[in-house]
């Protein structure tokens, strides 16, 4: 299933060629992806699933027949980071996010939630989505106030395996293919 807003019609073609859904989410030109996880909760209700940002790329397949609980993938950053940047314990389970950081794993592609993950986390979904004041949250803002009882890994992922674009010239200087 793919949420779709903007350009919606461009997505179309999926539907045939790989037999995918297509799921619009009228809100997704003035609210964030808190409204996005929203719209596709009948989707993961009940699921295993995993849920993946349209602006990543990555290099070898992450996906496993079998997942041992609900996890974050993350990259390490040298250096200064304004990414959401992740403290967990010995056993990879995090324990605090904040926007920012310097020499550290932060949550950087794809994430698992299995279906006791999602069982706990899409009823507190369901309450920030009618809040005032949180058009412009990510989803991600509902896990990181309720860590204490959405227990999520870190799944620490090795150099250039994930890859994000924000924009036509980052994927033009990652693949000399998008040139023309």
């Keep these: ?11 179309e073609y999926l539907i045939d060629k790989y037999d995918v859904k297509l799921l619009y989410n009228p809100e997704y030109s003035n609210k964030n992806t ?5 719209r596709a909760r009948k ?6 699933m ?4 349209s602006d990543n790329w990555m290099r070898e397949n992450m996906y496993h027949t079998y997942e041992c609980g609900a996890w974050y993938s993350s990259v390490y950053k ?11 314990n010995k056993k990879g389970r995090i324990q605090n996010v904040e926007i920012g950081g310097h020499d550290c794993y932060v949550m950087y592609g794809p994430v698992y939630m299995s279906s006791q ?4 986390f899409l009823p507190i979904l369901e309450v ?5 004041g949180t ?11 309720h860590l204490d009882e959405l227990e999520m890994d870190i799944n620490r992922q090795p150099e250039n395996q994930i890859y994000e674009f924000e924009n036509l010239e980052e994927l033009r200087r990652f693949d000399p293919r998008y040139q023309n």
């Design 135 to 145: 058009e412009q949250f990510y989803w991600e803002n509902v896990l990181v106030e």
């Design 128 to 132: 920030y989505y009618t809040l005032p």
């Design 34 to 38: 808190l409204t996005t996880v929203y």
């Design 50 to 53: 995993y849920l993946l940002s």
């Design 78 to 88: 040298e250096g200064d980071t304004s990414e959401w940047s992740l403290s967990y």
């Design 117 to 120: 993950w999602l069982a706990a």
């Design 1 to 11: 299933t793919i949420v779709v807003g903007y350009l919606k019609e461009k997505f």
């Design 43 to 48: 989707v993961l209700e009940g699921k295993n």
